[in-house]
């Protein structure tokens, strides 16, 4: 297994919610330092943001999730989250975990990402 490792994704009804986690490991830095967010892929489209949080736990969100979707982390467990509510079919993709830059505000940016996790199929039903 590489350092990030996501779970939680599955099969729901349009409106329903999941809660995927991304536990680190074996990370250059202690978990806390970096900026780590969410991203997600569809077959034959780029992959793109979703949700970052930055070693202060400031959030920032792509707007076709905002209201819906919530990050959160907890350093202790060395763990990320994102709570997914209000699920739609577009929802659908593979999510993928990363930790990337140490730091907060601007270094978490851009393409950040150093780490990535294998990813977790999130499949939203009408």
């Known amino acids: 297994q590489g350092p990030l490792v996501e779970s939680g994704g599955g099969s729901v009804q349009a409106g329903g919610s999941l809660r995927l986690s991304c536990t680190a490991s074996?990370?250059?830095?202690?978990?806390?330092?970096?900026?780590v967010g969410w991203f997600r892929q569809v077959p034959g489209k780029e992959r793109e943001g979703v949700a970052v949080i930055d070693s202060l736990g400031t959030t920032s969100y792509a707007d076709s999730v905002k209201d819906r979707f919530t990050i959160s982390r907890d350093n202790a467990k060395n763990t990320l989250y994102l709570q997914m509510n209000s699920l739609k079919p577009e929802d659908t993709a593979m999510y993928y975990c990363a930790a990337g830059r140490p730091g907060y505000g601007a270094a978490c940016q851009g393409n950040f990402a150093a780490y990535w996790g294998q990813g977790t199929q999130v499949t939203v039903s009408s």
């Open positions: 074996r990370l250059t830095l202690a978990f806390s330092y970096y900026c």
